[in-house]
T-cell receptor
C-alpha cells in the first residue's frame, strides 16, 4: 500500500500571501490530521477531518483552515501568511475505528518558508 | 485539557548504555499514549502505543514503555543503546473523545556516543 503523500514538498512564499497544502491518505483511511512542526516546540495539532467533517481543532488562528474531500484527500490553507508560519506541516492518516487509539501514519511533510 | 511534558530536549548516552526518555502527561480521561520516532531524513513513525491493555508495552527496535497511572508517566526505555537509535523521540497523548486530538510533547533528541 502506498503511504501518505503530501504535495508540494517545499514551498517558499512571502508575507501576506496564501498557501494550500495537499495530503493524500493511505487507501481506506478516513481520518486525516494536520500538524505544524517547529524546532523546539514539537508537533502542534491543527485539526482533524473525518468523512469530510472537521471533528477536532487545535489552538490556531482562523487563518488556518482545511477541508476533506469525499475520497478522504485533504487540503490545508493558510491565508495572510506571517513569518512565524514557517514550519514543516505534517499530515497523518488513520483508519479511525474509534476512540483515538488508532495508529497515525505520517506523510513526509511540506516545508513552508515565509519570507 | 491534555498535555505532555518530555523532560530533556537532548539526551546523550554511550553505546551499550541504558536509554531512558521521560514523558509525563495529563488527561481528564483514561488516555491513549504513544511514542513516535523520527530518524534523520525520515518521516515520523510509531514506536509503540498504550491503549489500556498491558501496562508494559513493547515496541520496535527493542524499545518498551511502562504506563504508570499513579505517576502519570509513560517513560521510554531500551536496555542497550545502539548508534542507530540516534533520532528524535516524541511522546503523545490522545483522548478517546471522538476522533483524534493528539497532543505531542516537545520531543527529545537522543545522541548515542561510540
Amino acid at each position: 500500500k502506498a503511504g501518505v503523500t503530501q504535495t508540494p514538498r517545499y514551498l517558499i512564499k512571502t508575507r501576506g500571501q496564501q498557501v494550500t497544502l495537499s495530503c493524500s491518505p493511505i487507501s481506506g483511511h478516513r481520518s486525516v490530521s494536520w500538524y505544524q512542526q517547529t524546532p523546539g516546540q514539537g508537533l502542534q495539532f491543527l485539526f482533524e477531518y473525518f468523512s469530510e467533517t472537521q471533528r477536532n481543532k487545535g489552538n490556531f488562528p482562523g487563518r488556518f483552515s482545511g477541508r476533506q474531500f469525499s475520497n478522504s484527500r485533504s487540503e490545508m490553507n493558510v491565508s495572510t501568511l506571517e513569518l512565524g508560519d514557517s514550519a514543516l506541516y505534517l499530515c497523518a492518516s488513520s483508519l479511525e475505528r474509534g476512540g483515538g487509539a488508532d495508529t497515525q501514519y505520517f506523510g513526509p511533510g511540506t516545508r513552508l518558508t515565509v519570507l | 485539557a491534555q498535555s505532555v511534558t518530555q523532560l530533556g530536549s537532548h539526551v546523550s548516552v554511550s553505546e551499550g548504555a541504558l536509554v531512558l526518555l521521560r514523558c509525563n502527561y495529563s488527561s481528564s480521561v483514561p488516555p491513549y499514549l504513544f511514542w513516535y520516532v523520527q530518524y534523520p531524513n525520515q518521516g515520523l513513525q510509531l514506536l509503540l502505543k498504550y491503549t489500556s491493555a498491558a501496562t508494559l508495552v513493547k515496541g520496535i527496535n527493542g524499545f518498551e514503555a511502562e504506563f504508570k497511572k499513579s505517576e502519570t508517566s509513560f517513560h521510554l526505555t531500551k536496555p542497550s543503546a545502539h548508534m542507530s537509535d540516534a533520532a528524535e523521540y516524541s511522546c503523545a497523548v490522545s483522548e478517546g473523545t471522538g476522533g483524534f486530538k493528539t497532543i505531542f510533547g516537545a520531543g527529545t533528541r537522543l545522541f548515542v556516543k561510540a
